[in-house]
């Protein structure tokens, strides 16, 4: 599938360079950022949003990630490629918000993404909506856990296309209405609800938050991270020192 191209910044994709034009609000959350912060920024963003029409959230579960998906300790939060925050951990139903630098998911056409999606299986519907604030992809898809036990680890599940509906086991089968944020060359902002349904007209009955609200959060200046260094082996973004990537040639040490 194609990947998206959006709006809020153009330039280099790095938010701390000096040839990219950002939005001046998300230009304001970058220059007050503290890493360390962001497990309650995102918590508190998140809630205010899905607590409109969700009345127990319960807590919320939040992880940081490097270049190669791997969860970091907090000592290297300002080092991150990526965040997230889960509600509903372990129940039929879960909000998430993913933050994430990843040159592949936020580059192409917002038009050819949800077209070929469609045409693919992947999505059951999908809209494009293009303003001053961004490209905001939006669509419905269906999910199941991967292999036979539910991961929500780092909440990843496979798409199941639509001519597989009818296949797969019912008892296994989520929906769950996406939003996608392109907010630079790099950066995008996913915000989800997934409901725990065997058919798409019982999943429409689960859902709480209006898409619109997923939308709205994604927009959110506020729910930014900068892009995070380079790697010391010669990665693009930084890994944790136990992985041992390399992913070029070696800079070599400072004198």
Not at 20 to 34: E, G
Request: glycine content about 8%.
């Amino acid at each position: 599938m194609v990947a998206v191209g959006g709006a809020l910044m153009v330039g280099s994709g790095d938010p701390r360079s000096d040839d990219t034009t950002i939005d001046p609000a998300i230009q304001r959350a970058l220059d007050d950022y503290d890493a360390w912060a962001m497990p309650d920024l995102l918590d508190r963003e998140a809630r205010a949003v899905f607590s409109r029409h969700v009345s127990d959230l319960g807590p919320s579960e939040f992880r940081a990630v490097d270049g190669s998906k791997e969860t970091i300790p907090s000592e290297y939060y300002d080092k991150a490629s990526g965040m997230w925050v889960l509600f509903g951990d372990d129940t039929d139903h879960q909000l998430f918000v993913d933050l994430a630098h990843s040159p592949s998911e936020a580059e192409g056409a917002a038009q050819e993404y949800c077209d070929e999606g469609l045409a693919e299986g992947y999505f059951l519907e999908c809209t494009v909506d293009i303003s001053d604030a961004g490209t905001v992809i939006s669509w419905l898809g269906a999910l199941r856990p991967p292999g036979d036990e539910r991961n929500f680890s780092d909440g990843t599940m496979i798409a199941v296309k639509k001519d597989r509906l009818g296949v797969v086991d019912p008892d296994s089968i989520w929906f769950e209405h996406n939003v996608k944020v392109i907010k630079s060359e790099t950066f995008v902002t996913y915000v989800s609800e997934r409901v725990h349904a065997p058919t798409r007209e019982q999943a429409e009955a689960l859902f709480e938050v209006p898409v619109a609200d997923l939308a709205e959060l994604g927009l959110d200046p506020d729910v930014v991270i900068p892009h995070p260094p380079a790697d010391p082996g010669g990665c693009p973004q930084w890994m944790l020192p136990s992985t041992d990537a390399t992913c070029g040639e070696v800079p070599p040490a400072s004198k």
